[in-house]
């Protein structure tokens, strides 16, 4: 459920950095006063001017060494705890600045397939995620909002790419499995209602169930492109009328509608714009009854 966090704690001292972190934080900086260094998958910055340790990685890697198996709420919550009692330094002290969540979903087919039926959320579009070095191959789609970002990828080829697994180890490794992820800046933590985000509130049963809902609800709302419409549950399927509309949803879900878009929004004005916007909007969403999709049903389904 919870992977990459980012994390902070203040009123570090020299000593318990001495005691508990010395091998952990080789690397010295003495222009900017700071130590740094990695405690298993787990980034460490000691401010040594601010007495104040950064923490940044992923949690299901510093339990499981990697993160493609299913890692549970308790889980995290344990090794949240276990970073604390290591450190002896209360959960209430950790102050959480981003964190992601997420689930592995296990497919029927390669990922990329339902992956690229994604087309955008909230009038949002979904952009295909950088290539890792080394290929240039592209393994996964994400919307950038302005206080989260979402973001569907192959969990399988990304882990191949990143760790350089070798081909012979690669079959011990699970087989289709899509990862669906959000990730949440404090404000935005705020913003659904959790005014002081701690590693300590985390734990709260209630941050678990916001998590299950939020990604159930940004899910719902998404739009796919790749959905197929059932005109035999159109009421008068072949007058001109309906002709017309199948014929704006088609241009509408396509990628020469962001042309358009940008078309008016630089040379037209943001009135029009911001209307062609919202008929797109309107006009996808009186379409939902009539669409059906594998991908789609599948992926939501397994979900």
């Keep these: ?3 990459r966090i980012i994390m902070q704690v203040a009123g570090i001292s020299d000593g318990l950095i001495e005691d508990k972190l010395d091998e952990f934080l080789p690397i010295f900086d003495e222009a900017k006063n700071l130590r740094r260094g990695q405690w298993r998958s787990l980034k460490l910055t000691y401010y040594h001017t601010y007495s104040l340790l950064r923490i ?9 060494k990697h993160n ?9 919550a344990e090794t949240l705890r276990g970073i604390a009692t290591f450190l002896g330094v209360p959960l209430s002290a950790f102050r959480i600045n981003s964190i992601e969540i997420g689930v592995n979903i296990s497919m029927g087919e390669t990922p990329m397939k339902y992956i690229e039926t994604i087309s955008e959320y909230k009038g949002n579009k979904f952009i295909p995620m950088p290539p890792r070095s080394g290929t240039n191959k592209i393994y996964g789609r ?3 909002m302005a206080e989260y970002d979402i973001k569907f990828y192959d969990k399988i080829a990304d ?6 697994i070798k081909a012979a180890d690669r079959e011990k490794l699970p087989k289709n499995l ?3 992820e959000i990730k949440l800046s404090r404000k935005q933590l705020m913003t659904f209602g959790f005014p002081d985000p701690t590693a300590e509130n985390l734990l709260k049963r209630r941050y678990a169930i916001f998590c299950v809902y939020l990604l159930r609800s940004i899910m719902k709302d998404i739009v796919f492109t790749n959905d197929i419409v059932d005109y035999s549950k159109i009421p008068y399927c072949s007058s001109k009328v309906l002709q017309n509309r199948i014929k704006r949803y088609i241009f509408a879900v396509s990628d020469g509608y962001d042309r358009y878009l940008a078309y008016l929004k630089d040379y037209v004005g943001d009135d029009e714009y911001t209307k062609a916007k919202r008929s797109k909007a309107s006009l996808i969403k009186s379409m939902q009854p009539f669409l059906y999709g594998k991908y789609e049903t599948e992926l939501k389904e397994r979900f």
Excluded: N, Q, V, W
């Design 1 to 3: 459920m919870i992977d």
């Design 159 to 164: 882990y191949i790419l990143e760790k350089k």
């Design 68 to 76: 493609y198996k299913p890692f549970t709420f308790r889980e995290a």
């Design 142 to 144: 994400k919307c950038k």
């Design 178 to 180: 899509l990862r669906y």
């Design 56 to 64: 940044t990685g992923s949690l299901h890697k510093f339990a499981k």
